[in-house]
C-alpha cells in the first residue's frame, strides 16, 4: 500500500511545482509510509524515499516501513538532524507542510539550510491530507469494525443509564464495553451530557447525576488499529418524553434523514450540510445549530473532507464522513443524532447501524 501511496504523492509534485517533498505531520507519515511511532518524518523525490526517525524507533520503522530508506536521526552532531535529511535530497524546491511545522522550527530550518544556494523551501498548505479523502477498501474495513464496537456499545446505554449514575460513571461503563469488545482505546474523549449540559455540544462528564426527566447526548467512538469511528444518540431518562423533546428530537432526526436521504458522492460539502440546516432553520432553530452538518473520519477524528456551509469543495466517492444535526437549547439541554457514512455516487453506505431507540424507561 505505501508504493501506491509513495507514486500517488509524487504525480503531484508538478502541480505542486517542487522536486521533492518533508512530511511531518504524523498523520500524513503513518499513511504514507505505515509508520506509527509518535517521532518521525518523510523526505520524498521521485527518486528516493526516506524515513528519519531516533533510536526507540529504528526497528519499528525498519519493520513497518520497508519502502524506505531509514535515516537515523538523533539530538547529538554523530546523527542526522532535518536539515541533513532535506538536503539529502538533492534537489532544488521542497515543499514542507506549513500547517504542521512551527514558524520557529521553520525558522530555524531554513538557517540551517541557507549554505546551499541551490536548495528552495516552499510552504504547502493541506497537500496530503486530501489524498487521504478516499478510503482504501483495507482502510473501510478498519473502520467498520470499530463501527461495530461502538454500535454495540450505544445500545448498552439504554440498559446501563439510570438515575442517580453520574455522567462520569456512565462515561466509564461504555469505555469499558468498547475496551473489553476489541477497541484499541477510544476515538476521543466519550461525551455525556445530561439534562441542561446537553446544551454544551461538547461537554465533558462531570458529576452530575443523570435523574428522571433528563434528556442525554452520548457521543462517542471507538478507535482501532489508528482508524476511528464516532456515534451519537440522545435518549430520554423516563416514561414519557415532555413535549420539547418530541419536537426538538423530531425535528434533529428529520433534518438528519433529509441530508442522508439525498447526499451523494460529488455534491459539495456546503450543498449537503444545507440538506439539514434549512429543515431547522425553517422550524426557528437555524441559531441553534452553530456546527457542520459533518466531518471526515479516518485516521483523525476530525478530517477532511467537511459538511459544512463553507466548504465548496466536492466530497469524494469513498470518503468516510459523520452527518450529525443537533439543536442546543440554554437552560433545557439539546439533541444530536450522528451517524457515520460512507460517501458513494449512489448515496451513503451505513457504517453506523445503532438502533434510535431514544426512551429509557424508568
Known sequence: MSKERLEKIRSNFESWKVDGILITNLT????????????????????????????????????QAPDYELVKMGRTAEFVHIDGLVKMLGVGRVGF????????????????????????????????????????????????????????????????????????????????????????????????????????????????????????????????????????????????PDETFKIVYDLVHTAQKNALNNMKAGMKGQEIDAFAREVIADAGHGDKFGHSLGHGVGLNIHEGPSLSSIYDQDIPSGSVVSVEPGVYLPGWGGVRIEDLVVVTPNGPEFLSNCPKTPIIPV
Open 97 to 240: 507542510e506549513a500547517s504542521d511545522m512551527t514558524v520557529a522550527a521553520f525558522g530555524d530550518l531554513r538557517k540551517k539550510c541557507k549554505d546551499d544556494e541551490s536548495l528552495t523551501l516552499f510552504p504547502l498548505n493541506s497537500r496530503i491530507e486530501p489524498l487521504r479523502h478516499t478510503k482504501t477498501e483495507s482502510e473501510l474495513e478498519m473502520i467498520r469494525k470499530a463501527a461495530v464496537i461502538t454500535d454495540a456499545a450505544m445500545a448498552a446505554v439504554n440498559n446501563l443509564a439510570k438515575p442517580g449514575m453520574t455522567e462520569r460513571a456512565l462515561a466509564w461503563e461504555l469505555e469499558k464495553h468498547m475496551r473489553e469488545n476489541g477497541a484499541d482505546g477510544l476515538a476521543f474523549d466519550i461525551i455525556v451530557a445530561a439534562g441542561p449540559n446537553g446544551a454544551m455540544a461538547h461537554h465533558h462528564p462531570s458529576d452530575t447525576q443523570l435523574k428522571e426527566g433528563d434528556t442525554i447526548i452520548v457521543d462517542m467512538g471507538a478507535m482501532l488499529d489508528g482508524y476511528h469511528s464516532d456515534l451519537t444518540r440522545t435518549f430520554f431518562l423516563g416514561n414519557t
Open 28 to 63: 500524513n507519515v503513518r499513511w504514507a509510509s505505515g509508520f506509527t511511532g509518535s517521532s518521525g518524518m518523510l523526505a520524498i523525490t521521485a527518486d528516493n524515499a526516506y524515513l528519519g526517525t531516533d533510536f526507540r524507533y529504528w526497528e519499528q520503522a525498519a519493520s
